[in-house]
């Protein structure tokens, strides 16, 4: 089996700017899926929180840690995001970060973000959630440590919400209506680990 | 769409600018995403605030004034406000004698609100939370949210609100407020669906013959969709559903709600189908037709029943004077 990566502040700062281009490039689809079954705006308000978070990241010092440089985007997204996604997913980055700076690994660290979105959205797998994208990712890291088997999880976890009836969220409002649809908070999710997969893999070759 | 803006990113800021302009009686800052009563903090008055997406004009921003909330936070379009403005709405309101949050049951809501508290604590001010969940077309289950909260926080912030300005203390405040929240239901129909600024497009397509029962405020679609009927099937249709929940007798608080795109000739109709349908078996002893809890431009409206006791009546007639509500001052 491969080694856990231990990423340091310039993993993480090249995945918040990966995750800021990736989900900016791709704010019309997730406010696309966010219409079918939900309020029509997870991809702009996530573009509003990352550009936030982009920008509390590139107004860090150089001699930032990898923790700090995930708290100042957590709270950040925390701060400008709105919605249920903002605390999730700051909620998650200020987790990983407190881990990252106790552990230094990423195994740890992102099975810190999942709990963290579970303890605060109460959703587990199957309820149509980003929860069904992160938990698998997490799995997988977990077990082989491979990064493209990690986002892959993510990708098909998200996937996986198509059959779902949601159970928590705006979503879990239409019932069975629910079902036949990406889950947008699972979709956005998967592009949050691949840009992480990308930036740690970047970083390092 | 035509939308009578300057920019999509600058609707709540362009906003929360005229409603400053329009009444001197509030203090509005508009980039601090808050609007707060002119006399605020009142010493030794519990403080009310409420907040969420913004889109339901004149909740929550109509809303604040003597009488009913202290402070109101509009987060973006059909988006809760975020934590650190719901604090900073807190802190300026805060009389010494805790502030109680009144926050509709959405997941976003719920969280944003959750963390201002836990802030707000760390700054030694006490908060209390009360949950509206008033409607009855989402199943309240584990299979769900939980219902959402609608038409009811209306009820809530007035009557809590008159509560508050009689000096009651905060656990006092919070009961009535959660009193309201038990004895009242909701349920909502859309004839058509809200357009965001920011997207500019529909957030359903519904056709010209059909509606969505159960429809939310958030331009989510309903719980099911039906074809067009007239006003007095509609009517029943929401009364039953709400009915099935909550058996009406008594002295009632009806509420018929524009969604923000119906006439109110319309609501009218739909208010006489109510009164009509209730006759003989309940007593309508206040009512409220109108624009009250809107979903941008969206055309339906809802139905909001409270069972009023004589203490809640009694608070209901109290004197209120905001933008959207005032009367007996």
């Avoid at chain 1, 963290?116 to 994208?133: C, E, N, S």
């Avoid at chain 2, 009023?308 to 009546?313: K, N």
Wanted: one cysteine or more; aromatic letters at 4%; proline letters at 5%.
């Amino acid at each position: 089996m491969r080694e856990s990566v231990r990423p340091d502040a310039e993993v993480c700062r090249a995945w918040v700017r990966e995750a800021a281009a990736r989900v900016a490039a791709d704010r019309d689809r997730l406010t696309q899926l966010d219409s079918a079954i939900g309020d029509g705006d997870h991809g702009h308000n996530l573009d509003r929180g990352m550009r936030a978070a982009l920008q509390a990241v590139e107004d860090l010092g150089e001699t930032a840690t990898a923790g700090e440089v995930l708290a100042a985007a957590g709270k950040a997204l925390i701060a400008k995001t709105g919605g249920a996604s903002g605390p999730l997913y700051g909620g998650a980055l200020r987790a990983m970060g407190r881990s990252l700076d106790e552990s230094g690994d990423l195994a740890a660290a992102l099975r810190a973000g999942c709990d963290a979105v579970r303890k605060l959205g109460g959703a587990a797998v199957g309820d149509k959630t980003m929860v069904d994208a992160l938990e698998p990712a997490v799995k997988a890291y977990e077990e082989t440590c491979d990064l493209e088997v990690t986002a892959d999880a993510a990708t098909t976890g998200a996937e996986s919400t198509m059959t779902l009836r949601a159970r928590k969220g705006r979503a879990s409002y239409l019932g069975e209506r629910s079902v036949g649809h990406l889950d947008p908070g699972a979709a956005s999710t998967a592009l949050l680990i691949r840009a992480l997969v990308t930036a740690a893999r970047d970083v390092r070759a | 769409m035509k939308k009578v803006i300057n920019a999509p990113e600058d609707v709540v800021p362009d906003a929360l600018r005229g409603l400053a302009a329009a009444h001197p009686g509030l203090r509005v800052d508009a980039e601090g995403r808050f609007a707060v009563r002119g006399d605020a903090p009142v010493r030794g008055k519990v403080a009310l605030v409420s907040g969420g997406g913004s889109g339901h004009e004149p909740l929550h921003t109509g809303f604040v004034g003597p009488g009913m909330l202290d402070a109101a936070c509009p987060g973006e379009v059909f988006t809760s406000p975020v934590p650190d403005q719901i604090l900073a709405a807190t802190l300026a309101v805060n009389g010494g004698t805790g502030v109680l949050h009144l926050v509709k049951n959405y997941t976003g809501d719920v969280l944003n609100f959750q963390l201002a508290a836990e802030l707000a604590a760390d700054e030694g001010v006490a908060v209390e939370s009360v949950l509206i969940d008033d409607d009855v077309a989402v199943e309240d289950s584990t299979h769900t949210a939980g219902r959402r909260g609608t038409g009811a926080t209306v009820f809530a912030e007035k009557i809590a609100g008159a509560l508050a300005e009689e000096r009651a203390g905060l656990p006092a405040v919070a009961a009535v407020a959660r009193e309201v929240n038990e004895r009242s239901r909701s349920f909502g129909v859309a004839l058509s669906a809200a357009t965001v600024p920011a997207t500019g497009r529909p957030g359903f397509d519904l056709p010209d013959d059909q509606v969505e029962l159960g429809v939310g405020i958030h331009g989510e679609p309903g719980r099911e969709r039906a074809p067009l009927a007239p006003a007095a099937e509609l009517v029943d249709r929401a009364l039953t559903a709400i009915e099935a929940d909550l058996p009406l007798s008594g002295d009632l608080l009806v509420m018929v709600n524009g969604m923000g795109g119906t006439p109110l000739a319309e609501l009218y109709v739909a208010f006489g189908e109510v009164a009509r349908r209730l006759r003989g078996r309940a007593t309508i002893a206040r009512s409220l037709v109108g624009n009250y809890v809107t979903s941008l431009d969206m055309t339906g409206f809802s139905i909001t029943v409270c069972r009023l006791t004589p203490e809640l009546l009694r608070l209901w007639d109290a004197p209120v004077e905001t933008p959207a509500l005032r009367w007996g001052r």
